[in-house]
């Protein structure tokens, strides 16, 4: 079992060191843009505050949110610190505000309905006597923005305050001098208050669209109509307004869709999935290709792995060894990834890293091995942005010998989740020379499982269907829930978790798998759905959301009895948890390496970085908050980066060298303070990682992965097995990022 020691100290050691590591991104990321900026738009000003806040010294080493010398200064992580300003005759007290975010097997936590969760400290000095005041004591609230619906948070005193939970958008925190310390309701005076930090969220109306990204179009002279079409309006949610100077852009690229010059009625009809049931030396071809594809009314020319979308599910037993003829029947270069797979480095299908990429009409065939069990996936290496949009997808699931591996269940399911997105006159076309939405990556708008529309799973009242996910959305994080149903988390990207965990939704990044087992209750249709906070960053707001990805119909007669008991016990895996025992030892090693996530500014115009600059951005990126700016925003446009604090190398400067059997502590810190800050899902090839904490936070239910999310304003520390020779790429999974150069190398001898 866990040594909860190892756990302890590895909290202690990390803490200190966390605020301190926090405190110099802050300021070195401050410090980069700052350059960038002063010769831009001459903001020095703003870069010296900057600089100060993160250089004040910390009046409590363990919290990640600091008392500043200054009053009004930046006291911490953006999305996670806020200060509470003192009434005007007690100007001696001040205190600052920090939102822990609560633990989850996931990383993020949000509830069903997507509201984050957080745990909140207050740190305060210089509150007088409550005596003083004529009163018992002090008491910390949370309100909304009008002051209404108080709730009682704790009683406060001078110091580090840890206090409830708080599940709200946007709130404020008030300190009053209650005459009764252990009031439930507030009668006292105020004498500290501050709101939440997602009340920065500014309005970007007030902005002039001067500096906005794209071209201008003239009135019915299209300049890309030689290039196979013309941009259609982007779709744009309702309640999501566009800034007025924005209607008559499109962004600097051409218009590009699949299938030009191609009879659609001559193309294959998609097919569904079928499942490949492969022994150790098999062969599988598998040919990318365009098929037609139907969603409601209207037919489109897609892409699809053997005619089907998601391609074939490949279902291997462990430590079998496959080979893949792959053909490329595409218009343009591919190649296959398979990703979480610890194959060989030269069958790992990365482009410029492992092979050249495959010419149309071109073959390569690859050899995979699956040394662990569990859940991975394929995709092309090759502007994913549009491959993998377009279907070119598929699942492999691989059997343990154990067949009792993850338990009893009725049936597997195995789903994937997609975003396309659709205007009135077809796909909304994609760039012809680089990524558009560069800057949020593309949301899409017509929710696909398993690529249909309208998936609908049928189960039996009491029945216990274990379903494996995958995420292949460019760009979204869903937080996935079933009505009338209970989930039970059991397996991540790479196997199983340690402790087996009821939870009522399920946060899936870019890439990532959860393999959950979900109790139908009673009869009845179902819906399964997508629950998050909007953010409208034109508005300034959050608008709760509800997607309907698909569907469970519950009816007939009861399933039999015994996976329904079977649920109900949550298992600790004694295994699993045995197999990180030998990485234990590690966790509190230094950090070796890191990595900071941001954007390179050079190519962005002066007052386009004004703009980013008044903007709030939330820990979780949930929805496209800018469609329009994000849409123009290319890929020329902006260069999303990875930079090795220690070198200043950025991308495919960094080598970083190891050896076979080295275990390393990577830190992937997302500073709040970079231009368009944005959550990042980091995948690496060909290895294995645990997550160890966030902000600190030690993670308590541990999984092997190989994509992890990386919120704004957060540090992740991870312990990385470099278990694989050869040379391998780590990168944000998000297609648009990874196509405006967020990628390095590892090299493993
Ligand atoms: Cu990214």
Redesign the pocket.
């Known amino acids: 079992m866990r040594d909860a020691a190892v756990f302890e100290c590895h909290w202690i050691c990390d803490h200190d060191d966390l605020a301190r590591v926090n405190r110099e991104a802050t300021v070195g990321a401050a410090r980069q843009s700052g350059r960038r900026q002063s010769r831009a738009i001459g903001l020095e000003v703003v870069v010296v505050a900057l600089c100060v806040a993160g250089c004040a010294s910390s009046s409590s080493a363990q919290s990640l949110c600091t008392l500043a010398d200054l009053p009004g200064t930046a006291v911490g992580p953006e999305p996670w610190c806020a200060e509470l300003v003192p009434v005007p005759d007690l100007r001696s007290a001040r205190a600052v505000l920090e939102l822990r975010p609560a633990a989850s097997p996931f990383g993020v936590a949000v509830m069903r309905d997507g509201r984050h969760v957080h745990d909140v400290v207050v740190t305060i000095e210089g509150l007088p006597q409550a005596a003083t005041l004529g009163a018992g004591g002090y008491v910390a609230w949370v309100t909304d923005l009008t002051l209404a619906d108080a709730e009682r948070l704790g009683s406060v005193s001078n110091g580090r305050n840890v206090l409830g939970r708080v599940m709200r958008n946007q709130f404020r925190v008030l300190v009053t001098a209650e005459p009764d310390v252990d009031a439930p309701t507030r009668t006292g005076r105020i004498v500290l208050r501050g709101t939440s930090p997602s009340v920065k969220l500014l309005a970007h109306r007030d902005v002039a669209a001067a500096g906005m990204p794209g071209v201008a179009t003239g009135a019915g002279d299209h300049a890309h109509a030689d290039h196979g079409g013309v941009w259609p309006l982007h779709p744009m949610d309702s309640g999501m307004p566009m800034l007025p100077g924005m209607a008559g852009l499109e962004p600097g690229v051409a218009p590009w869709r699949p299938g030009a010059g191609v009879d659609i009625d001559a193309l294959p009809a998609v097919r569904a999935r079928t499942v490949v049931r492969m022994s150790d030396g098999d062969t599988l071809r598998l040919v990318a290709g365009l098929v037609r594809k139907r969603i409601g009314a209207r037919r489109f020319a897609m892409y699809a792995f053997n005619g089907q979308q998601p391609g074939p599910l490949i279902d291997v037993a462990q430590r079998s060894r496959i080979v893949v003829e792959f053909e490329n029947r595409l218009e343009q270069p591919s190649a296959v990834h398979w990703h979480g797979v610890r194959l060989d480095n030269r069958f790992d299908g990365a482009p410029g890293v492992t092979q050249e990429p495959v010419p149309p009409g071109g073959r390569f065939t690859y050899e995979v091995h699956f040394p662990d069990a569990g859940l991975y996936w394929y995709h092309p290496h090759v502007r994913e942005d549009i491959q993998q949009d377009l279907g070119l997808y598929g699942n492999m699931r691989v059997r343990a010998p154990d067949s009792d591996w993850l338990g009893p269940v009725h049936r597997d399911e195995v789903v994937m989740l997609d975003d396309l997105l659709v205007t009135e006159t077809g796909l909304m076309p994609w760039g012809r020379e680089a990524p558009t939405h560069a800057l949020m990556g593309r949301f899409g708008n017509v929710f696909l499982i398993n690529g249909e529309p309208d998936w609908t799973l049928r189960a039996a009242p009491g029945e216990v269907v274990r379903l494996w996910l995958t995420n292949v959305s460019s760009t979204r994080i869903y937080n996935l829930s079933i009505e009338g149903a209970r989930l039970k988390l059991v397996g991540g990207d790479i196997g199983r978790y340690e402790r087996e965990s009821f939870v009522e939704s399920v946060v899936l990044a870019p890439a990532e798998r959860a393999i959950i087992d979900v109790r139908f209750a009673g009869p009845g249709r179902h819906a399964i759905t997508n629950r998050v906070q909007s953010v409208s960053h034109m508005l300034g707001s959050y608008t709760a959301t509800v997607d309907t990805l698909g569907a469970v119909e519950v009816r007939g007669s009861a399933a039999a009895a015994g996976p329904g008991e079977a649920f109900e016990i949550l298992r600790v895996r004694d295994d699993v948890v045995r197999g990180f025992d030998a990485f234990r030892p590690a966790f509190a090693r230094p950090v070796d390496h890191e990595l900071i996530l941001g954007m390179d500014t050079e190519r962005l115009s002066g007052a386009l970085l004004s703009t980013m600059l008044l903007g709030y951005a939330p820990p979780v990126d949930w929805n496209d908050g800018m469609p329009m700016m994000n849409w123009l925003m290319t890929a020329n446009d902006v260069r ?1 980066t990875l930079r090795d604090p220690a070198t200043g190398r950025e991308n495919m400067e960094i080598d970083w060298q190891f050896r076979v059997g080295d275990v390393v502590k990577l830190r992937l810190n997302n500073p709040a303070t970079a231009f368009h800050p ?1 959550s ?2 980091v995948h690496i090839h060909g290895q294995r990682f645990v997550v160890l904490s966030r902000n600190g936070t030690p993670n308590d239910n541990l999984v092997w992965k190989d994509t992890v999310v990386v919120g704004v304003g957060e540090t992740v520390d991870i312990l990385l097995e470099l278990s694989n020779p050869g040379r391998w790429m780590v990168h ?1 999974h ?1 297609a648009e ?1 990874l196509g405006a150069g ?1 990628m390095a190398v590892l090299l493993v001898k």
Do not use: T
């Open positions: 999303w944005m990042h899902p944000c998000i990022h967020m």
